[in-house]
């Protein structure tokens, strides 16, 4: 009799759980992503509201500032492009001082730029005023009529490659790079004039090979699988820093059409790239992109870095002045 009540009590208990996990599962699923539904309905993908694990792109979103001679009176090596949130000026001019004030470097001449959507919340209008002084003093921000946020990361890419490739087909590369990442521009001029790296179809950063679709409703990337049913991405370069010859710009627009943009760009890229038949390729030394490595790095690591990631401007600009100093060797 007492083995029966507690046999039962078990079964109620496990029938509970089971229950109470399912409800959380999906009320996660319903309420992760704080997804705005927006009236006007895409052109390409009219049923873009039911999943908030994708973005609304391809859509007609405009340049309302543009105003840089970079790749229109100029025809540089190589541009950096860097996505920052409208509010971070902090990050803009710690970048200006260090290696976005690169010009010339071996000889070859580096632009850098910042891309941006629109700012949100109560003070948008100021912020907006203030990012048009900036651009007046800089020249170097570009500013899409996305709603900028985090997710929206994908339509901050894909606009920036618009962008590229209605100016800067002239130019040979470009790369994407966070605004929290160390750029050691000598090291990536290197690499790029190097007789074996590709002048097309080029693309490289630190390549996933086999990035796993997050199942785990809790995990930062999750992926439900009726958005993407395989269990892998295929390879793409992790979004922090990645390097691309400037056919690929148009390319890669030119297939996104018939490829649904997730919210995780990198990720999206790499669906693109497939489409195109094109693989990424790996940096020549795996010293050369580093994310999230252990703090602080030996001025040895920094010798040989492209790009890492820092914790800070701070860190940012230590890094920076000690991978110019001569004693930063091995
Ligand atoms: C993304 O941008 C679009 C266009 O501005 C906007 O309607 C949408 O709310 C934004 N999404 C998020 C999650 O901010």
Redesign the pocket.
Known sequence: MENKRKYLKWILISILGTVIVFLLYHSYEWKS??????E?SSPYHSDEKSS?YH??YP?D?KFIMDDTPTCKTSTPFLVLMVPVAPSNVAARDAIRQMWGNEKIVLGQLIETLFVL??P?GADAEQQQEKLRQESQQHHDLIQS????????LT?KTMVMLEWLAAHCTTASYAMKVDSDVLVHVENLVKLLLDPSTAKQNYMTGLVWWHSPVLRNPFAKFYMPGDVIAEPEYPPYPLGMAYIMSLDLPGKILSVSPQIRPI?IEDAYLGMCLKRLDISPTNPPENTMFLVNPTHPLSGCSLSKVIATTTTSIQQMTGYWKRSREPEARC
């Open positions: 992503l704080p997804y705005h539904s927006d006007k908030p973005v609304a859509r979103y959507g629109l949100g009529n996305f709603l900028d946020s985090y997710y929206n339509i919210y």
